[in-house]
Nanobody
Framework: QWHFVESGGGLVQPGGSLRLSCAVSGMPFNIYLVGWYRQAPGKQRELVAIINSGEAASYADSVKGRFTISRDNAKDTVYLQMNSLKPEDTAVYYC???????WGQGTQVTVSS
């Protein structure tokens, strides 16, 4: 059984920062491509950032230069550092193991003054 624990979401003012964490157990985490996705109300889920086992990363254009994805294979955890947050970043954020049906439970990020 794969198990996800996401944390770090919350309410932040525009321009602020948050760091999301997703700890995964029950699978060989280090061999998988892992991504962060988000879904805003009334919109489709979209890819935010993705990182491979060698820590090469890619980002959606909307978050380049503001968000950083990283992973700690020793802790089976992936992170998303989000800086210079904007109201349009408001969404539920999910981690996902690429090529599988496995998703985290989601964590709410709200950017508002």
């Amino acid at each position: 059984q794969w198990h996800f624990v996401e944390s770090g979401g919350g309410l932040v003012q525009p321009g602020g920062s948050l760091r999301l964490s997703c700890a995964v157990s029950g699978m060989p985490f280090n061999i998988y491509l892992v991504g962060w996705y988000r879904q805003a109300p009334g919109k489709q889920r979209e890819l935010v950032a993705i990182i491979n086992s060698g820590e090469a990363a890619s980002y959606a254009d909307s978050v380049k230069g503001r968000f950083t994805i990283s992973r700690d294979n020793a802790k089976d955890t992936v992170y998303l550092q989000m800086n210079s947050l904007k109201p349009e970043d408001t969404a539920v954020y999910y981690c996902h193991i690429s090529g599988t049906i496995h998703w985290g439970q989601g964590t709410q990020v709200t950017v508002s003054s």
